[in-house]
């Protein structure tokens, strides 16, 4: 299977990730998963006509994540894998999905959240599980955008604890 | 008297309604709604939603322009899409915010929208081309 991107953010499908990361990477699928969007017809309407129809957009819930992205015919795409948060990413690793890296996009959690970036604030349950993952082997960092420089979950975590 | 929100990223909504008031004068029922960066959805859905109420205290109905489909101010917007109380037009552009404010008071909300649509688009001009023609 070929993951181009594995991201964590909290809008899924927006302007950052059809103006630069598609282009960037030469994705040519979107997988979304999410239990919400999943189970929303008219939320996957709107995600759909909203993506250049050059790119296959694909939805489902965290369950059935490692069906959709181990089906033959997702061989040789270019995948970008999105999740809402990291309690998803966490369960669908454990599920059998494999990625190598995570990408932090946007993630602000409720209120009481650690800045790490302009856009990611971290909850004590966020640090749990991609503490989690990272021991788990999967690099953790944020790049909003591949123009951004990219930190690595050590840097993020020393900037936390400040 | 229907309302207008302008929503788009970061402080594009607040220099287009300058811009229009530049060109009309001060502009009624009409707000900015400027995502940053550091704003989380629910930040984001709060201030959506407190400008739409402004604006939509009359009760006749609200257009939402927002600056491009598929952006996240166009993803929050889309929830609020109502028929007859609340329209949403992506791509905003100075000729459809004039064209909101020049337009008759009793037009249907849909038509409205309709004709925005029509006239943001006719808002492009590509002048090498015309002078071809």
């Known amino acids: 299977m070929g993951i181009v991107l594995t991201r964590i ?3 899924l499908i927006h302007g950052q990730i059809l103006e630069t990361w598609v282009p960037f990477l030469n994705v040519d699928c979107i997988v979304v998963a999410n239990d919400q969007i999943a189970g929303n017809l008219m939320r996957r309407k709107l995600i759909h006509a909203s993506v250049p129809k050059n790119i296959e957009v694909l939805f489902g819930s965290i369950n059935e994540l490692y ?5 033959d015919e997702m ?6 894998l999105l999740f809402s948060s990291s309690l998803d990413a966490l369960k669908a690793f454990e599920l059998g999905v494999s990625f190598s890296e995570i990408n932090l996009g946007n993630l602000h959690g409720g209120p009481g959240g650690a800045r790490v970036t302009c856009s990611v604030f971290l909850q004590q349950e966020d640090i749990e599980n ?5 021991n788990s082997g999967v690099k953790i960092s944020t790049q909003c955008v591949p123009t951004d420089r ?3 979950w050590s840097e993020l975590l020393g900037r936390q604890a400040k | 008297m229907k309302g207008l929100v302008v929503v788009t990223h970061t402080i594009l909504a607040e220099a287009l309604l300058q811009a229009a008031e530049m060109i009309l004068g001060s502009l009624k029922n009409a707000a900015a709604v400027c995502l940053e960066k550091e704003d989380s959805l629910e ?5 959506l939603t407190t400008a739409i109420e402004t604006v939509g205290r009359d009760g006749d109905g609200v257009v939402v322009m927002t600056d491009m489909f598929g952006g996240t101010p166009s993803n929050i917007s889309l ?6 109380q ?17 337009a008759k008071p009793d037009m249907a909300l849909t038509d409205l929208a309709t004709s925005l649509s029509k006239a943001a688009k006719e808002g492009i001009v590509l002048p090498s081309a015309l002078l071809a023609e």
């Open chain 1, 130 to 134: 991609l503490t989690c993952l990272e």
């Open chain 1, 75 to 80: 061989r040789g795409r270019r995948i970008l």
């Open chain 1, 9 to 11: 953010d909290d809008r």
């Open chain 1, 150 to 152: 990219l930190k690595r």
């Open chain 2, 43 to 47: 930040t984001m859905n709060r201030k």
């Open chain 2, 86 to 102: 609340v329209e949403i037009l992506t791509g905003v552009n100075l000729p459809m915010i004039l064209s909101f404010f020049n």
């Open chain 1, 67 to 71: 069906k959709i992205i181990c089906a």
């Open chain 2, 79 to 84: 929830v609020f899409l109502a028929e007859g």
